[in-house]
């Protein structure tokens, strides 16, 4: 199996933009997704297909996609979004891998 | 609406085994691509294995196989995660997620989770 890389931290004052960004060799041939998870929560899921939102998730949550790197993007952070971030993928043969996941800290 | 509802904690010895279940409501199993996910504490998550509809079986990460089991009861709705061989380093939250019909018709195989059970922690201690 593959490995995705992101950076363990990510800190941010409330009303900027803050990016996490995913790296994997298998990336530009599979999507990614990525989860929100809040202490002693179940994750969430933010963004799927790389780019898109799924329903009920806010408008400043955006995802991007650049070879091999996918970018999550926090528009306007509030104080709600403190939370670890995972990307997820996948290879052909059906196997999954979480990335290594960021802990975003509202300052 | 998939509602994924877990059992309870358990407190294993080394080399024992464990069991997890994870009752599906607002779907029948048979609809659903059931996989399991792990976090050991302060750490991230890791994919142990799930169903995978293109060839009809389940398929499990590496680091788990022979160690691992992953069953469903259609009767009940149902599925289960069985890890033997218990050590001090699968200590865990255990999670069981699926895809949502609806997400299944937007995004192509392998899916997203978007529904998670609320976890079952998992103790291995002598």
């Known amino acids: 199996s593959y490995e995705l890389t992101q950076p363990p931290s990510v800190s941010v004052s409330p009303g900027q933009t803050a990016r996490i960004t995913c790296s994997g060799d298998?990336?530009?041939?599979?999507?990614a997704y990525w989860y929100q998870q809040k202490p002693g929560q179940a994750p969430v899921l933010v963004i799927y297909?790389?780019?898109e939102r799924p329903s009920g998730i806010p408008e400043r949550f955006s995802g991007s996609s650049s070879g091999t790197t996918v970018t999550l993007t926090i528009s306007g952070v509030q104080a709600e979004d403190e939370a670890d971030y995972y990307c997820q993928s996948a290879d052909s043969s059906g196997t999954y891998v979480f990335g290594t996941g960021s802990k975003v800290t509202v300052l | 609406q998939v509602q994924l509802v877990q059992s309870g904690a358990e407190v294993k010895r080394p080399g024992a085994s464990v069991k997890v279940s994870c009752k599906v409501s607002g779907y029948t199993l048979t609809e659903l691509s059931m996989h399991w996910v792990r976090q050991a504490p302060g750490k991230g998550l890791e994919w142990m294995g799930g169903f995978d509809p293109e060839n009809g079986e389940t398929i499990y990460a590496q680091k788990f196989q022979g160690r691992v089991t992953m069953t469903e009861d259609y009767s009940t709705d149902t599925a289960y995660m069985e890890l033997s061989s218990l050590r001090s380093e699968d200590t865990a939250v255990y999670f069981c997620a699926t895809v949502g019909r609806e997400m299944a018709t937007l995004t192509p195989h392998p899916w997203p989770f978007d529904y998670w059970g609320q976890g079952t922690l998992v103790t291995v201690s002598s």
């Open positions: 297909k790389d780019i």
């Open positions: 298998a990336l530009p041939k599979q999507y």
